[in-house]
């Protein structure tokens, strides 16, 4: 899929930058979450961590079938 060396730099930039830009927005969705009513904090943070893991479980899981059925591989 790479076949030249500003290819794979670009990738790597690419995939660092989008690396940090979900770190910084995942902080700052965990601070709001933990902000909530007293009384809803333990369902919010509940609720988040599971999408968060629904996800990031789902995408690979999601990616894998649409490469597959559009008969792409990496």
């Known amino acids: 899929m790479f076949r030249t060396p500003l ?28 902000e909530m009513a007293p009384e809803a904090r333990g369902a919010g943070m509940a609720l988040f961590s ?12 999601l990616t894998g079938r649409r490469l597959t059925y559009a008969d792409l591989s990496l």
């Open 7 to 34: 290819l794979i730099a670009t990738a790597l930039a690419v995939t660092f930058g989008l690396g940090t830009a979900f770190y910084l927005i995942l902080s700052n969705f965990q601070t709001r979450a933990t």
């Open 50 to 61: 599971c999408f968060f893991f629904l996800g990031n479980g789902g995408g690979p899981w």
